[in-house]
Structure formats: structure tokens, C-alpha cells
């Protein structure tokens, strides 16, 4: 049975984005911007799977190839790019169908893997806990089954039912001399093993999820309120959550060093104890797949009180990355929930720049959602403004996290 395939840290890769001439623009924003930024970020995030960047290949055309996503020509300029920089792994910021990655592997003779094969090459590296391994093996599980196939000779003799013409007959292989036998066998052999290794782990998850509802129930019988921290990958959140916990989460400036929820109580300036969640940071484009196999661990941002978002504000698209954050909140079903704002990384900023974003802060400051500057890496900042206790955000949350509380018991 084929198995996803782990990027060596010495594998070099060719990047390679597609736009579309006529996607949806924003008045002022070039066609391909958004798609140039995106593979921008693919390069951070094959680094952060380990791969060296060979470089980068982009093409903006009318419509997808149904066959090679690319067409032919740009494919011929791909496959010689790759060979000339010696980069057997090509990565496509798109998300490829399992004939177009098999098309391209064939034309190119280098692996292929797109977007959110990566993605699950990341979590698959940073998984710690028994909930996280099984939440990425089922994402990978699911990612594979459509992309099982014969690869080579080994398993070309992929025939069907006997007899020509129609779907089944000579032009699809059924019915020939020397197509019929254990193939399609081995083929679903495989295609059993995968549905029933997928239904095994879905169960385990369930009984993970329990556990968590448990130990969730046993935190609620403490008059706690549960604030969760979320953010684009890389924002600092979990240098944030250990400057206000004094916890030791690990920090690291590759994408989705944390994917483990980790909760800590902590004492607000009031006296106030609440209880701090960090959770698995969002991306743009995040697959569907990966959005319900970490159902689970996105439990924790369901069923906090209060919503600490935590921003880039160094990142000259912060604004986009914070509409990406709050369209997966939306998602989550949580988008009306109450929301505090922290820019993080200002010390990355210019003197001019943080003096202008100063400004425009103290100008708001008679609105209570206005956001809280801090450099979470430097300490710098009011860590305490972070979840100000006298924010009609902060009363609402606990407030009505009070009532249910009563309600329940």
C-alpha cells in the first residue's frame, strides 16, 4: 500500500504558483497579487517541512489545465527548471486532482505533491500528542484514498469486468489480454485497508473527544472562564501565551510548531482567574479535510468564552491574514463570539511605523475593542491591556460564561 511520503531535510523543491486572470480583483491590488503573496508563503512553508527551496516558478493564465492544471508548454519550462536546479520535489501551491498530479509526475519524472500535502507533512512532523497523531493520520488517510493507484508495471494490469465497448470496453483497458487478474486486486486490497484504518482512527478520535468533553466538563465545575488564543500561523502565539502564563510551549519560527492545545490558568490584574487555551494556528485556503479531522482540537476555540486574536502587525498584509483568521472563526461557527485584538511584533516595526500605529491606537482608545501593542518576543508592551477586565468584551464573555455555568447546575 502506498504511504505519504515524508520530505527529506536535504530534498530540494521547485515552487510553483498559478493565478487566474480572471479571479475576483480588489480595486487597486494586481491581478496575481494575492496568488504571488500565497507562494510567498509556500516557500515558509516548505522550509518549515524541512525542504530547501531550489526556487520559484509562477504563471498567471486564463483557466485551469483539466489535465496538467499548467498546460503543456508551461510544463516543458517547469520540468527544466527542475532539472537545471536539481529539484526532484516540485510543489504546486494549488491543490492538484489525482490525475493532474499523475500527468505532471509523468511529464516532469519528479514527485509531486501540492498545498495541502505539505500542510499534512508539517502536522505529520509536529504531531506530539496521541490526539494530534491520529487527527493528521486521518487527514493523510483521506487525502490518499482517491490517489491510490498502480504505479509503473508493478501494478499496470488494472483491467475490470470481461468484455469491450463502453465504459468498460478496449479504450478502458477491460476486456484486453493480460489486463485482468490481481491488479484491481491488490488495488482494492488497499482501497479496504485505508476505509477500514480510517474507521478505526475516526473512533479513537471520538473516544479522544470524550475524554476532552470530560476533563472540559470537570474545568467547567470550577467558575473558571476559558479565553483561547488564535491567530495566523507564525503571529506569536505561543510566545504570547508564555509571556502571560509563564508557560514553556515551544516557540519557533517555522509554521505550525504548535498544534497540541495547551491550557493554563491565569490570574488577570482584577484577581480574576481564567483559564488560556493556545491552539493549532489557521492558514488561508485551509482544506476542509484538515478543518474536520482537528475538529477536536478546534473544540477549544467553540467553547472559549472569549477570543484573543493575535496579529502580525509587522506583516504588510496583516489585514488579509486577519480576514483569513475570522473567516475560519466564522466557519467555526464562533465569528460572533467576543473578540479582544493584539498586534504582536511591533519591535520589528520602524520608529515611524510604531509611532503612526501609537497614534492611531490612542485615538481609539475610548473603543474598548481598540487592539493592544505588545512584542510578545521582547516583553515589550502592556501585557495586561491584553484582557482588560473592564472591556465590555471581557463583561460580556464571562458574564454570559457565568450564566451557563448556573444554567447548567
Request: hydrophobic share 40%.
Amino acid at each position: 500500500m502506498k504511504t505519504p511520503q515524508a520530505i527529506p531535510s536535504t530534498e530540494r523543491a521547485l515552487l510553483v504558483g498559478v493565478a487566474w486572470k480572471r479571479s475576483p480583483r480588489v480595486p487597486g491590488i494586481a491581478a496575481g497579487a494575492p496568488e504571488r503573496e500565497s507562494l510567498a508563503e509556500l516557500v515558509e512553508l516548505a522550509r518549515s517541512a524541512g525542504a530547501d527551496v531550489a526556487g520559484t516558478v509562477f504563471q498567471l493564465r486564463d483557466a485551469a489545465d483539466p489535465a496538467t492544471l499548467v498546460g503543456r508548454g508551461k510544463l516543458d519550462e517547469i520540468r527544466a527548471e527542475a532539472h537545471a536546479k536539481d529539484a526532484p520535489l516540485i510543489i504546486f501551491d494549488s491543490d492538484l486532482s489525482p490525475v493532474q498530479q499523475r500527468n505532471i509526475e509523468e511529464h516532469t519524472a519528479c514527485r509531486v505533491i501540492d498545498r495541502t500535502q505539505l500542510i499534512l507533512d508539517i502536522f505529520a512532523r509536529h504531531a506530539r500528542s496521541r490526539e494530534g497523531q491520529l487527527q493528521v493520520e486521518l487527514a493523510q488517510l483521506n487525502y490518499m484514498l482517491p490517489r491510490l493507484t498502480g504505479k509503473g508495471l508493478a501494478m499496470s494490469r488494472l483491467g475490470g469486468k470481461s468484455g469491450g465497448g463502453g465504459a468498460g470496453g478496449a479504450g478502458g483497458g477491460a476486456g484486453r489480454i493480460g489486463v485482468r487478474g490481481p491488479g484491481e486486486k491488490k488495488l482494492e486490497t488497499d482501497r479496504r485497508r485505508i476505509r477500514d484504518r480510517v474507521r478505526k482512527i475516526q473512533n479513537s478520535i471520538e473516544d479522544v473527544r470524550k475524554q476532552r468533553s470530560l476533563r472540559r466538563q470537570a474545568r467547567n465545575a470550577v467558575p473558571l472562564g476559558t479565553v483561547a488564543l488564535v491567530g495566523y500561523t507564525n503571529a506569536g502565539k505561543s510566545t504570547l501565551f508564555n509571556a502571560l502564563s509563564k508557560a514553556e510551549v515551544l516557540v519557533s519560527p517555522r509554521m505550525f510548531a504548535t498544534l497540541d492545545p495547551t491550557i493554563r490558568a491565569l490570574r488577570l490584574p482584577s484577581g480574576r482567574r481564567v483559564l488560556l487555551s493556545d491552539t493549532v494556528g489557521f492558514i488561508r485556503d485551509l482544506p476542509k479535510g484538515l478543518m474536520t479531522a482537528f475538529r477536536a482540537t478546534l473544540e477549544e476555540v467553540q467553547e472559549a468564552a472569549l477570543i484573543l486574536h493575535v496579529s502580525d502587525i509587522s506583516s504588510p498584509h496583516h489585514q488579509q491574514l486577519d480576514e483569513s483568521v475570522k473567516k475560519i472563526l466564522r466557519d467555526l461557527g464562533v465569528g460572533d463570539r467576543p473578540t479582544l485584538h493584539v498586534w504582536n511584533k511591533i519591535d520589528l516595526l520602524s520608529t515611524e511605523e510604531r509611532a503612526e500605529l501609537q497614534k492611531s491606537v490612542e485615538s481609539a482608545e475610548q473603543n474598548s475593542s481598540s487592539p493592544t501593542l505588545v512584542s510578545a518576543a521582547k516583553g515589550q508592551g502592556q501585557f495586561a491591556g491584553c484582557i482588560p477586565d473592564q472591556a465590555s468584551e471581557v463583561r460580556a464573555a464571562f458574564g454570559s460564561e457565568a450564566r451557563r455555568r448556573t444554567g447548567e447546575r
